[in-house]
């Protein structure tokens, strides 16, 4: 019975942590600051928001002339249709009124007057000034300094110490972490994210994850992708091992199915990860028909299907060709660099960060200056 029970809290975390639920009255952060006005049910005040940024809103019921930088829209209430620089657009969600002030959907405000929009913490994030690249940033391997015996050398085994400044760096200066979902819509449908927008990943489902950057990541306010190989996790079963911090802990599959609210998860592969006789890794060298069966394997564990990281970052044309048929839409390299709107969407670069990457490197690298 108490295995049940829990399965059952499991699946409703699970089903709360995957979709987006506004309350009934939402804040609204605008360039870093909170302003008095609220969203409702997922609508947003038009002119409150407009406003605050400098522009202008003219509303005569049932219609609102908006002007924002270069942009002029007239939109009317309940109608789908708006003209913007005299051209007529269809909204996917038409214009409301509540409190007498005219409501419209974070897409209109990001597809249509081009600014960055996203939600986290139960507020809606609004920049004037949209994000035109993303840096994402890719951790492995999480440890204390104080119990970190065995890999206080290895580069990819970074102090919580370090995880928690850099965080705290992020929350200070303002900056978002927007979920698959938002990255994609960003990389394919054009949708504008705040302007410091950056994206967390952790590769190879290391339990020290959940143990030491969950908290972490929790405290600021900020979302992470995890990508695990899904055979390691799936060998563990439904027990997780308690952390050995003199040895790599894998996070079990049951682990997996937690922090849904701050850890979606994503495929690294199901078993291709380590290297063959050549080098190479064994997603390179394996067949195409391989390639998609282990992927979509993978896919029973994680809670995203979309996106993929390569391991140990090797790919090649068969690779990234059956990743497609596979269904996956974003796979990220280990290639330092900005994502933009026009990147590769099959070669997405990441910036590692390492054991030895300093502060400076990391605000670097976050400010878009490398």
């Given at each position: 019975?108490?295995?049940?029970?829990?399965?059952?809290?499991?699946?409703?975390?699970?089903?709360?942590?995957?979709?987006?639920?506004?309350?009934?009255?939402?804040?609204?952060?605008?360039?870093?600051?909170?302003?008095?006005?609220?969203?409702?049910?997922?609508?947003?005040?038009?002119?409150?928001?407009?406003e605050h940024m400098g522009s202008s809103v003219f509303w005569n019921p049932p219609h609102a002339i908006i002007?924002?930088?270069?942009?002029?829209?007239?939109?009317?209430?309940?109608?789908?249709?708006?003209?913007?620089?005299?051209?007529?657009?269809s909204l996917a969600v038409?214009?409301?009124?509540?409190?007498?002030?005219?409501?419209?959907?974070?897409?209109?405000?990001?597809?249509?007057?081009?600014?960055?929009?996203?939600?986290?913490?139960?507020?809606f994030v609004i920049s004037s000034s949209p994000a035109t690249q993303v840096p994402v940033l890719v951790y492995?391997?999480?440890?204390?300094?104080?119990?970190?015996?065995?890999?206080?050398?290895?580069?990819?085994?970074?102090s919580t110490e370090n995880f928690a400044e850099q965080m705290r760096y992020l929350r200070?200066?303002?900056?978002?972490?927007?979920?698959?979902?938002?990255?994609?819509?960003?990389?394919?449908?054009?949708?504008d994210l705040p302007a410091n927008s950056v994206v967390i990943h952790f590769d190879d489902g290391y339990y020290s994850n959940y143990v030491y950057a969950y908290p972490i990541l929790e405290r600021y306010g900020f979302r992470a992708v995890l990508f695990p190989v899904t055979e390691r996790t799936e060998s563990l079963g439904e027990v997780q091992p308690p952390i050995d911090h003199g040895a790599l802990t894998r996070a079990a599959a049951i682990t997996l199915r937690y922090g849904t609210n701050i850890f979606e998860t994503a495929s690294h592969s199901h078993d291709l990860h380590d290297r063959g006789e050549d080098g190479r890794?064994?997603?390179?060298s394996t067949t195409r028909e391989d390639i998609i069966a282990d992927t979509q394997r993978s896919f029973e564990f994680v809670t995203n299907r979309r996106a993929y990281a390569y391991p140990l970052g090797m790919y090649n044309d068969t690779v990234i060709s059956a990743l497609r048929e596979a269904g996956i839409t974003m796979?990220?390299?280990?290639?330092?660099?900005?994502?933009?709107?026009?990147?590769?969407?099959?070669?997405?670069?990441?910036?590692?960060?390492?054991?030895?990457?300093?502060?400076?490197?990391?605000?670097?690298?976050v400010n878009r200056r490398v």
């Amino acid at each position: 019975m108490k295995k049940l029970i829990g399965l059952l809290i499991m699946l409703l975390f699970i089903t709360i942590g995957s979709a987006t639920v506004y309350a009934a009255d939402t804040g609204i952060i605008i360039d870093g600051e909170e302003i008095g006005a609220s969203a409702r049910s997922g609508m947003i005040p038009v002119q409150d928001v407009v406003e605050h940024m400098g522009s202008s809103v003219f509303w005569n019921p049932p219609h609102a002339i908006i002007r924002h930088d270069n942009i002029t829209a007239i939109i009317t209430y309940r109608s789908n249709i708006a003209i913007v620089n005299g051209q007529t657009i269809s909204l996917a969600v038409a214009p409301r009124i509540a409190n007498g002030q005219i409501m419209v959907s974070r897409c209109f405000l990001s597809e249509i007057l081009g600014v960055g929009v996203g939600f986290i913490n139960d507020s809606f994030v609004i920049s004037s000034s949209p994000a035109t690249q993303v840096p994402v940033l890719v951790y492995h391997h999480i440890l204390p300094d104080e119990v970190n015996t065995n890999f206080s050398s290895n580069a990819w085994t970074i102090s919580t110490e370090n995880f928690a400044e850099q965080m705290r760096y992020l929350r200070d200066n303002g900056f978002y972490t927007p979920t698959l979902k938002e990255f994609e819509s960003f990389l394919l449908r054009g949708r504008d994210l705040p302007a410091n927008s950056v994206v967390i990943h952790f590769d190879d489902g290391y339990y020290s994850n959940y143990v030491y950057a969950y908290p972490i990541l929790e405290r600021y306010g900020f979302r992470a992708v995890l990508f695990p190989v899904t055979e390691r996790t799936e060998s563990l079963g439904e027990v997780q091992p308690p952390i050995d911090h003199g040895a790599l802990t894998r996070a079990a599959a049951i682990t997996l199915r937690y922090g849904t609210n701050i850890f979606e998860t994503a495929s690294h592969s199901h078993d291709l990860h380590d290297r063959g006789e050549d080098g190479r890794t064994l997603l390179v060298s394996t067949t195409r028909e391989d390639i998609i069966a282990d992927t979509q394997r993978s896919f029973e564990f994680v809670t995203n299907r979309r996106a993929y990281a390569y391991p140990l970052g090797m790919y090649n044309d068969t690779v990234i060709s059956a990743l497609r048929e596979a269904g996956i839409t974003m796979a990220f390299t280990v290639n330092g660099g900005y994502i933009t709107p026009d990147s590769d969407t099959m070669r997405l670069p990441r910036f590692t960060i390492y054991r030895s990457t300093q502060m400076g490197r990391f605000r670097d690298i976050v400010n878009r200056r490398v």
